[in-house]
């Protein structure tokens, strides 16, 4: 695994989501965690996959598949305002992509994992 050079201070998320759009061209299935708390992020991300069986007690994953439609809905995000302890990139806690893209700690952290 690698991580992908990027700034996280930035004061937009235009930055992440260019970054993000290249891996959602190549990926076909997703994997979004978020905390239990966070009901309005997981009604949202529901639209797009369901609910994964697992056993995280203090969250949720939703899995689905990378739609035209998912993919305008993660890039129309907007920065999330609640900045105080991650300058958040996205309001999603952690989202993995089937080609080995990640994006986690609210896309401060982006990594890439090479194929073997």
């Known amino acids: 695994m690698r991580e992908i050079e990027f700034d996280y201070t ?4 235009e930055r992440w989501k260019e970054i993000i759009a290249i891996y959602l061209k ?8 978020c905390w239990d708390e966070e009901t309005e992020e ?3 991300v529901l639209s797009y ?3 994964k069986k697992t056993g995280w007690q203090y969250g949720k994953i ?3 598949l990378v739609t035209p439609e998912f993919i305008d809905f993660l890039l129309e995000q907007e920065k999330p305002k609640d900045a105080d302890i991650y300058n958040k990139m996205t ?3 952690s989202i993995f992509l089937d080609n ?3 994006s986690e700690h609210y896309g401060t952290e982006l990594h890439i994992t090479e194929p073997d």
């Open 10 to 13: 930035y004061l937009t998320n």
């Open 26 to 33: 190549g990926a076909k299935k997703f994997e979004i965690h």
């Open 42 to 44: 997981i009604a949202a």
């Open 49 to 51: 996959g369901e609910l």
């Open 62 to 64: 939703i899995v689905g």
């Open 91 to 93: 309001p999603f806690f």
């Open 100 to 102: 080995g893209f990640s």
